[in-house]
């Protein structure tokens, strides 16, 4: 059984936990995820490590409230356990030799990208960051990364905050501007990925992509992380979940991303009457 020591809101639909998981917190490197189970007869789902702290043996897990597991994760107090807690999984992020990287996040997929930030911080890399919201009301872990950014940059789709437009905005204008990377490594929304991609393209700046939001057994069985790479099939879990975001083909994954929404719906639309029913 895996302890919740810790647990924050983030904003209304993204919460923030540590899980005692000394193990996992010991192997654990940015970019890999693990797969959790939040009751015994419950469903396997893969969340991304957003964080991790070895001397302490926590494993911190950022997750957006969308389907009926993470509704019943998110109703879960400090204190209280999951039963299962496998990780870490799928390939770490490479950040051997660079030196100068530019780290762009969307949404809850900046709780993938700050590890990555960090790692990259840490071994001496110049970071530049940028980040993207809907709006104020979502914006998560902005002063983590100005921690470990040189360069920081916040978006906002509505103007509610930083500055309007999306992030391919401050990307594009570096870029014109001469600004040079070793590598840009985008994470979140698939649409957004496939526009980060599209703007460095034509500067011929090696762009990585995480695919971790098709993935949903995160063993590769179920099928439904399947992609395509460079015209060859893989899977999110088990060959990425990072690829050359210039060799993926985004429409086809984003087509198959949209398969389970309804049912994520109906799923937590259950979880939160079932909940209410037991307050009540």
């Known amino acids: 059984m895996y302890q919740i020591v810790a647990k924050e809101s983030l904003n209304p639909t993204v919460?923030?936990?540590?899980?005692?998981?000394?193990?996992?917190?010991?192997?654990?490197?940015?970019?890999?995820?693990?797969?959790?189970?939040?009751d015994e007869d419950g469903e396997r789902i893969p969340l991304t490590i957003a964080g991790y702290d070895r001397e302490k043996g926590t494993v911190t897990i950022i997750f957006q409230i969308v389907g009926g597991t993470t509704e019943r994760l998110n109703h879960k107090k400090v204190g209280e356990f999951i039963p299962d807690f496998v990780g870490p999984l799928g390939r770490p992020t490479h950040t051997a030799g660079l030196k100068k990287v530019c780290v762009v996040g969307g949404g809850v997929g900046c709780a993938i990208a700050l590890p990555v930030a960090k790692a990259l911080q840490?071994?001496?890399?110049?970071?530049?960051?940028?980040?993207?919201?809907?709006?104020?009301?979502?914006?998560?872990?902005?002063?983590?990364?100005?921690?470990?950014?040189?360069?920081?940059?916040?978006?906002?789709?509505?103007?509610?905050?930083?500055?309007?437009?999306?992030?391919?905005?401050?990307?594009?204008?570096?870029?014109?501007?001469?600004?040079?990377?070793?590598?840009?490594?985008?994470?979140?929304?698939?649409?957004?990925?496939?526009?980060?991609?599209?703007?460095?393209?034509?500067?011929?700046?090696?762009?990585?992509?995480?695919?971790?939001?098709?993935?949903?057994?995160?063993t590769g069985m179920c099928g439904g992380c399947r992609l395509t790479v460079g015209g060859k099939m893989k899977f999110a879990c088990v060959d990425g979940p990072e690829f050359d975001g210039h060799e993926i083909d985004f429409d086809e994954a984003m087509s198959r991303s949209r398969t389970y929404s309804d049912f994520e719906r109906r799923e937590r639309e259950e979880s939160c009457n079932l909940f209410k029913k037991e307050i009540e």
């Open 15 to 38: 919460t923030k936990m540590d899980i005692s998981a000394p193990f996992v917190a010991k192997k654990a490197l940015a970019g890999q995820f693990i797969i959790l189970r939040v």
């Open 122 to 218: 840490e071994q001496g890399a110049e970071v530049t960051s940028i980040i993207g919201f809907r709006n104020k009301d979502l914006v998560i872990l902005e002063d983590e990364f100005k921690g470990v950014s040189k360069n920081f940059f916040m978006m906002t789709d509505d103007g509610s905050y930083g500055r309007q437009g999306n992030v391919c905005v401050p990307l594009k204008e570096l870029l014109e501007q001469g600004e040079t990377f070793d590598q840009v490594i985008t994470i979140g929304p698939l649409i957004m990925m496939k526009f980060v991609c599209a703007t460095t393209k034509p500067y011929g700046v090696k762009t990585i992509a995480s695919m971790n939001p098709i993935m949903i057994d995160g």
